[in-house]
């Protein structure tokens, strides 16, 4: 398979259209990239802001400017020698709007009958439905509408045959009724969301149905490459990958697999790797200072009155989601354990299997099964009550063949996201900037050998799999997470800043309701700084309810969201807290664009193919999504460029130019060498400062950057720390400087914190 030398992520819409895209073509073609990569392109739910709903596969999405758009990017795309990398949605649909999904609504409408029936995972008839209200009359809501039967907003089809009866004896004689939005579903969800129903495309004619457009573009040459949105889900995931490589010829092919620290894509996919948060795991983990651990523990224990255990809060997380928003899924677990007749300990076993998996999910038979073996051990030793039952579900859970196995796979992968991602990293504050998607906030930092390591080992295994720092899927982007890495470098100041925070919050009137979510406030305000309230509070909300410590998406607990709403106002309107506020950030912000540049550059050219997220060429402050969706101001960044490729070296400011000038020539040199940007060998800088350096050269590249800026300044500098260089004449493409031999870092860094030397 061939790869593109790099990759630039647009997340398309209705507010940035193909039509738009187009008009970024040159832009991007200036910057450097090797392939526009867009968010998914076919017809999804009225009104995505996203695309992962898609509602019809068969057609691409005319809010983005229907097949006449999707052709003309591609030919813009052509026109500037790029490639083109799609995003694909094969694991579910979207069925919030009946209407708009023609296989669902033909599925409601026809039941077990209809053609669409074996698209979707069903679990038995008539359909549950879960939109009702609370309310122990919500049914009386329901009413004809010619037709069609409708509830509040939702719209459903009638059956054959039962035109002229009332509202109530229609949905009596349906193929689905409407339960409760708390009750179990009828359908396998994409994790917790009902409004997205999961798709069979273990079977060929499904495959086949919900893929014929997109293997039509890139049967016609359209599209170079794919990414596989979580192959988690679904029932075969190497059988998948296998099909969609024999119907894509040499397409390149990444997949959104998150894995945990130590732990390797299955070598049998015929893919490049993965989308990359393991990589960007390895770049922020060299930024971070493992000396503030202690530090900053200690003032999470102080805040919260508890010593945080992560394997614990991990554990609690699993087994409360398993048994809690993915109960549905637990309990139809528990019904195919053949042989064990107790369901109640059968449930409880599985839940604990589930709560002990150290990883999203294992691929029986080939994969994984270690991964299995240990979280059955855990479970009989947390649980000796459960010994004779985990027993009994061993063989089964370990049998590809066996359906409980298959279903157990899909579920682990949904308690994991749903429980670390999406609640543990809300409720354990002491450090946010490890608590990112693929990342482990146990492990505090990553040394340079342990960097190295890692760094050679993605070239060995995955050299044209994807590396990232931003995606639309993290919790805050590269330059947040930037800059909170300076706190490790400083972590008694700012436990000291967090106390002062906390005074004059209280002064003001707005007393923290919770220290843990008020630890995360404040690192959010210092991160993120300058911050709009509006952006705040959203971002807050969120916050609060995935946690759900206090409140939750379920049940708002308003006094209690109100308290910490208060807070935030406080931080921003209170003079003096703001004041204080503003110190602070104002101290972090400088050696957070030196982490920012370093993040960047060695992200860049390390090995793997790079993406470069939406707007991420220039200082971006984003945080979690639907924020980090914000139009970008593609006119300011095409002005800069034009500025820089006209000789202007910009200083490290508030304008984001100077991390402009390394991302776009990083990615020109990839894209015109791309044969340089191979092997991987760690540099190693002497002298007292050498600690600070991290460096790395491959065939022809030499890639220099600084790490912990805070304790290097201390230092008073370099000093007279070099760097040994392979032989030959180097040039740094950002600034023009020449070496040979070695080179005083001193010099090579004396404009930027980064450097990238090029032979010849």
């Known amino acids: 398979m061939t790869a593109p030398p790099s990759t630039y992520r647009l997340q398309l819409s209705a507010g940035l259209t193909f039509a738009d895209a187009v008009a970024l073509v040159p832009y991007l073609a200036s910057l450097g990239i090797g392939a526009v990569y867009t968010s ?33 990017l591609v030919a813009a795309v052509r026109e500037h020698g790029l490639r083109l990398v ?75 045959g039962t035109a002229g009866a009332t509202a109530a004896q229609v949905h009596e004689a349906q193929h689905y009724r409407l339960v409760s939005w708390r009750a179990d579903v009828g359908y396998r969800r994409f994790f917790a969301v009902s409004e997205l129903a999961a798709v069979r495309v273990e ?11 997109v293997l039509r573009w890139v049967a016609a040459g359209d599209v170079d490459g794919l990414r596989v949105d979580h192959p988690d889900g679904f029932t075969d995931p190497a059988g998948y990958l296998h099909r969609l490589r024999e119907h894509t010829r040499d397409a390149w092919i990444v997949v959104e697999k998150i894995l945990e620290p130590g732990e390797e894509l299955p070598r049998s996919w015929p893919v490049a790797g993965t989308t990359g948060y393991d990589a960007l795991a390895e770049v922020d983990g060299v930024l971070v200072d493992p000396a503030g651990e202690v530090t900053l523990t200690a ?16 554990y609690d997380c699993k087994r409360d989601v398993a048994t809690g928003m993915l109960g549905s899924e637990l309990r139809r677990l528990a019904a195919l354990a053949s042989g064990v007749s107790d369901v109640a300990q059968v449930t409880d076993a599985l839940a604990e299997v589930l709560a002990y998996f150290p990883v999203y999910r294992s691929y029986l038979p080939d994969h994984g099964v270690e991964y299995l073996d240990q979280a059955l051990a855990a479970a009989a030793h947390h649980r000796p009550d459960l010994a004779t039952t985990l027993e009994a579900l061993s063989q089964p859970l370990r049998d590809p063949a066996d359906e409980l196995a298959v279903r157990f796979q899909q579920t682990s992968g949904a308690v994991m996201a749903k429980a670390v991602e999406d609640t543990a990293y809300y409720r354990w504050t002491r450090f946010i900037m490890l608590n990112e998607v693929g990342g482990d906030p146990a492990r505090f930092g990553l040394d340079l050998e342990a960097f190295h390591a890692a760094a050679a080992r993605r070239e060995e295994t995955a050299p044209r799999g994807m590396t990232t720092l931003s995606t639309h899927d993290t919790k805050r982007s590269a330059d947040v997470r930037a800059r909170l890495a300076v706190l490790a470098e400083l972590p008694g100041w700012w436990a000291d800043a967090v106390g002062e925070f906390i005074r004059l919050a209280r002064e003001a009137g707005a007393g923290v309701p919770d220290p843990a979510l008020g630890h995360l406030l404040w690192q959010t305000l210092v991160g993120a700084w300058p911050l709009p309230p509006d952006r705040l509070h959203a971002y807050l909300e969120k916050a609060m309810r995935e946690a759900r410590t206090h409140t939750s998406w379920a049940d708002p607990d308003k006094p209690f969201e109100t308290a910490l709403h208060a807070v935030a106002d406080a931080a921003l309107e209170d003079p003096t807290l703001r004041a204080a ?64 490729d006209h000789g202007w070296l910009p200083d490290v400011d508030d304008s984001g130019a100077a991390k402009l000038l390394v991302v776009s020539r990083v990615l020109r040199a990839r894209r015109e060498h791309p044969e340089r ?31 912990l800026p805070v304790g290097l300044a201390a230092l008073g500098g370099w000093g007279e720390t070099t760097l040994p260089l392979p032989e030959g004449s180097w040039t740094d493409a950002v600034t023009g400087f020449s070496a040979s031999t070695s080179v005083r870092l001193a010099d090579l860094l004396a404009r930027y914190p980064v450097a990238l030397l090029l032979t010849g």
Do not use: C, K
């Open 581 to 644: 506020v503003a110190e602070v950030a104002a101290r972090v912000i400088p050696p957070g664009r030196s982490n920012s540049l370093s993040a960047v550059l060695v992200q860049l050219a390390m090995p793997g193919v790079p993406d470069t997220y939406q707007g991420g060429e220039l200082w971006d402050l984003s945080l979690v999504d639907p924020d980090n969706r914000r139009p970008v101001d593609f006119t300011a960044r095409a002005d800069l460029l034009a500025r820089i």
């Open 299 to 314: 003032l999470d224990t102080e805040l919260t009155g508890v010593r945080t255990d992560w394997a614990q809060l991990v």
């Open 86 to 160: 799609v995003d694909i949605v094969p694991n579910h649909l979207g069925v919030a709007d009946p209407q708009a999904n023609p296989a669902w609504w033909d599925l409601l409408r026809r039941g077990p009958s209809s053609r669409f029936a074996r698209w979707f995972d069903i679990t038995g008839w008539p359909l549950r439905l879960p939109v009702l209200a609370d309310s122990a009359d919500a049914l009386a809501d329901l009413r004809m509408d010619g037709d069609v039967l409708r509830y509040h907003e939702h719209v459903f089809p009638l059956a054959p």
């Open 677 to 707: 940007f191979t092997g991987y060998t760690p540099l190693r800088a002497t002298g007292s400062a050498a600690p600070h350096a991290v460096a790395f050269a491959r065939d022809g590249v030499v890639a220099v950057a600084t790490r």
């Open 40 to 72: 998914p392109l076919l017809a999804a739910m009225p009104g995505s802001a996203h695309g992962y709903d898609v509602a019809d596969p068969t057609r691409v999405s005319e809010a983005l400017g229907g097949e006449p758009g999707r052709r003309a």
């Open 203 to 213: 079977d060929p004619e499904v495959f086949a149905a919900t893929h014929g457009e």
